[in-house]
Nanobody
Framework: QVQLVESGGGLVQPGESLRLSCAAS????????MSWYRQAPGKEREVVAY????????NYADSVKGRFTISRDNAKNTVYLQMNSLKPEDTAVYYC??????????????WGQGTQVTVSS
C-alpha cells in the first residue's frame, strides 16, 4: 500500500523556520522524483520545490528561492523541506508528491494528505 505521510507543520512567526518531512512507503522511493506543493485557501495548488530521484538536481518556485531547501534520504525513504525566513504568504497546506514515468509510458503519481503551515504574528 502506497503511503506518503507528511509531518512537521505548525504555527510559527514571520522569520522563523520549519522543517517538513515526508515518509514514503509501498513503492521504490529511489526511483521517484519528489516534490513539495502547497495550497493556500482560495488558491490553486502550486509546486514549491522539486528534487530528482537521485537528489542530484533541484528546482524551486521563484517565491521560495533562497529560503527553502528540498533534500532527500533514499536510505530512509524520506524527503524534506527546510523552510527558513517564513512569511505570512507561505501559509498553506503543504503536500508531498512522488512521480515516476515508467518505460511503457505509464505515470505513477502519489500524494500525501498534507500538513498545515501557518505563519502569523
Amino acid at each position: 500500500q502506497v503511503q506518503l505521510v507528511e509531518s512537521g507543520g505548525g504555527l510559527v512567526q514571520p522569520g522563523e523556520s520549519l522543517r517538513l518531512s515526508c515518509a514514503a512507503s509501498g513503492f521504490t522511493f529511489s526511483n521517484y522524483a519528489m516534490s513539495w506543493y502547497r495550497q493556500a485557501p482560495g488558491k490553486e495548488r502550486e509546486v514549491v520545490a522539486y528534487i530528482t530521484n537521485d537528489g542530484a538536481s533541484t528546482n524551486y518556485a521563484d517565491s521560495v528561492k533562497g529560503r527553502f531547501t528540498i533534500s532527500r534520504d533514499n536510505a530512509k525513504n524520506t524527503v524534506y523541506l527546510q523552510m527558513n525566513s517564513l512569511k505570512p504568504e507561505d501559509t498553506a497546506v503543504y503536500y508531498c508528491n512522488a512521480l515516476f514515468f515508467s518505460g511503457d509510458y505509464k505515470v505513477y503519481d502519489y500524494w500525501g494528505q498534507g500538513t498545515q503551515v501557518t505563519v502569523s504574528s
